[in-house]
């Protein structure tokens, strides 16, 4: 007989089925044994009349055949009335080092990690998965059905993007390259090449000496960009609709997710924007807080985003109008105030979960910019030389994909929402 | 005036529209100049009456307004009456390095991968993308609507997959660590982990001293596995599934760029499927060609293809059975045969595009091979551990995104097939 899934039972089935799963529970009264099935869809009660016949433990693979029958009092008013189970695949285990089959499972972060295999067992955390999976499906059609295809950049480069702080370094055929940190420079090289709109899911590498609830060292970027715009709200623009559109179809193709973690997602309509030195102001007068010079920090975000979401109900805002000298080279300024770039951040719920903006397309300003910044122009001739042959105006944004899956499910650390994370002292498993 | 794409412009309109895009050819005949413009979405002749009132070079990005007219002689037999030029973004070039406009551009691999964002504007070149990017989407399409998970797994490893061969090394807050050859331990683990079927589009790199037309340092791996199979069969079946809905499915969305590169995609049917050592066989009787040991070299792949396309009139061919010696630790030993195991390779067309097969599961024979490949399985723990707490039989495969666009367009080198490809000498642009 063919493998039903556990999922199709509860649509109401009233024919024989075989299921294959993990044991997640086992509940031994003597002349009956209920046990609880896992797969990859769902779970579900299996009654055993008598004694087990079969020497089953806790995570054995089985194979189970009976009939699923209606009870009001079994998890999902259904339950399968057992004919034959096979152990399909057993274990070599003394003790299980979690207890996945609890709702929240009762141990820190780190024996979670530890145990990744185990702990994504677990149907709560196993969410989370489900729910970073379908942001990033979002993403892609979103942004595909506006028109942009669809890159991948490499992460071995010769040179940072940000000018060569924070850079892993990887040993290549002898010589010295890196990881990249964004795929900045190659979204702005395939727009000029005549895509104009592309987007990336990929990896990011920061070799931040940050081991926060907030940072890791290598995180999937969700990169857009975007040619023949007039400005960053442009940018803005395509960033809310985006997010509109997520939480819309969020709501609904991951409510039981959502349901887990408690989680009801808020209509976004526009996302309140606001330049950065009026956000500072804020911070200083409302909250008697001072920032750090041309930018806020950490508590700031959470301030700034407390005082928004008062004053009009929305946990995003777009702070514009960085400063030249807090931003990459890059950087558009705006023409009307050269002290300030075309640029942006998004702030989600006091953490900052996207950095955007117009990039300069013109190869003199460029190129002036670089020395500006003491970057040797040569180095990046494969980038500077790209703005000599006719590039429109751009600009794009990146979203940290386990940022906004943490925002969205309201967890606190950033490791609950990367499946194997790596950050200072984790590379394994 | 909102922009219309030049492709909606083939379909018939018949009011007045703006166009953006790219100066693709200047044809000045005194009293009559034509234009051709090339944006995203095709090229269009604009026809401006009497002198250039604008200075314009090749590559200049412009606006254009006009009124779209039938004309029989124009390509595609409509042409744009120009109004109004506006240049957008000029350029500071004094020659352009490669002929863009030209059907094919004349210049070798070397010259085309150095000026990239050039030579991508070229629409020939242009639409190797586009296929490359459809192969991926119904690689996702396919395997999401069977059921399979995608994942982003760590591209930083501790331990290489195979064993430590050929690993480029990062130097990660003073550790040494890898990139990651494959995603095998972790897409195995994720099987392990409850999610049953998973997929994978990531970066691979493979430190492999290669220089040949065949060969990159760091590509795109189309990764799939899968729980609960009997045996190898049941991946090779999956993925020949894939590859008919792949070549049925990029026959009709893809048809302008195959046409441009004079391909007709046949249907695949059954691949037809051979044991190694009858492949050897084959080779030495047919072609008198000895194979080295355990496998069949590069000109083997190539006289085995076309053994089976004269003879069945395929293009691929399942060659199965691989040796245990020549297969990685966790391939499953054939249970007739330990010598051999559950594994094979995919050639299409002369070229192994693809290694797959079923992997060990059972926690014992795992460290027992382990041992027996002098690996030490307490480096490997994070993994092998995995197999203590019960994991159903799996298997899977992985395909060279680029090797097998390489061979649906009938290119010449696989560096073609790569946006930004990473070689021995190139790690730029």
Redesign the interface.
């Known amino acids: 007989m063919g493998?039903t899934?556990i999922k199709e039972i509860f649509k109401g089935l009233e024919c024989k089925v075989t299921i294959?799963g993990?044991?997640h529970k086992i509940r031994d009264l003597g002349n009956i044994t209920f046990l609880i099935i896992?797969?990859?869809s769902g779970m579900i009660q299996v009654v055993v009349d008598g004694k087990l016949k079969t020497d089953l433990r806790l995570?054995?693979?089985v194979k189970i055949t009976g009939m699923p029958v209606r009870n009001d009092k079994a998890p999902g008013n259904m339950e399968i009335d057992c004919e034959a189970i096979e152990v399909?695949?057993?274990?070599?285990?003394e003790m299980?080092p979690l207890q996945i089959n609890r709702e929240d499972i009762d141990s820190g972060i780190e024996a979670i990690l530890d145990n990744?295999?185990?702990s994504?067992?677990n149907p709560k955390i196993?969410s989370i998965?489900?729910v970073q999976?379908e942001i990033?499906?979002c993403f892609r059609d979103f942004f595909k059905s506006n028109?942009f295809?669809?890159?991948?950049?490499?992460?071995?480069?010769?040179e940072g993007t940000e000018g060569g702080s924070e850079l892993?370094?990887?040993?290549?055929?002898g010589?010295r390259?890196y990881?990249a940190q964004s795929p900045q420079f190659?979204k702005q090289?395939?727009v000029?090449?005549?895509?104009?709109?592309v987007f990336e899911?990929?990896?990011a590498?920061r070799?931040e000496l940050h081991n926060t609830a907030r940072h890791l060292?290598?995180y999937?970027s969700l990169d857009a960009e975007m040619g023949?715009i007039k400005d960053e709200n442009d940018i803005m623009n395509i960033e809310n609709e985006f997010l509109e559109y997520l939480f819309s179809t969020i709501s609904k193709t991951c409510e039981s997710e959502l349901n887990l973690y408690g989680i009801s997602l808020p209509k976004i309509g526009r996302i309140p924007r606001m330049t950065l030195q009026d956000a500072r102001g804020i911070i200083k007068d409302k909250y008697g807080k001072s920032s750090p010079q041309g930018n806020i920090d950490t508590e700031g975000e959470v301030l700034i985003c407390r005082y928004i979401k008062e004053k009009t109900g929305n946990d995003f805002v777009f702070l514009t109008k960085y400063p030249v000298k807090k931003r990459p080279v890059y950087a558009m300024p705006d023409p009307k105030n050269p002290d300030v770039t075309n640029s942006f951040d998004l702030l989600y719920d006091g953490l900052e979960i996207t950095t955007g903006g117009q990039r300069i397309?013109?190869?003199?300003m460029l190129y002036e910019n670089m020395k500006k910044f003491h970057l040797d122009p040569e180095k990046f001739g494969?980038?500077l030389d790209?703005?000599?042959?006719?590039?429109?105006?751009h600009g794009g944004f990146a979203i940290g994909?386990e940022r906004l899956t943490l925002k969205i499910l309201k967890l606190t650390n950033i490791r609950e929402a990367s499946?194997?994370?790596?950050d200072?002292e984790r590379?394994?498993?």
């Open positions: 493998r899934l294959y993990w044991v896992r797969d990859r995570e054995y693979v399909i695949s057993d274990t070599e285990y299980i990744r295999v185990l994504l067992r196993h998965f489900n999976q990033a499906s028109g295809t669809e890159i991948q950049t490499p992460k071995i480069v010769s892993f370094p990887v040993k290549y055929f010589r390259v990881l190659y090289m395939m000029a090449a005549g895509y104009e709109r899911i990929g990896h590498y070799a060292n290598e999937v023949f397309h013109k190869y003199r494969f980038y790209t703005f000599k042959y006719g590039v429109p105006p994909l499946l194997f994370p790596r200072m590379v394994a498993p």
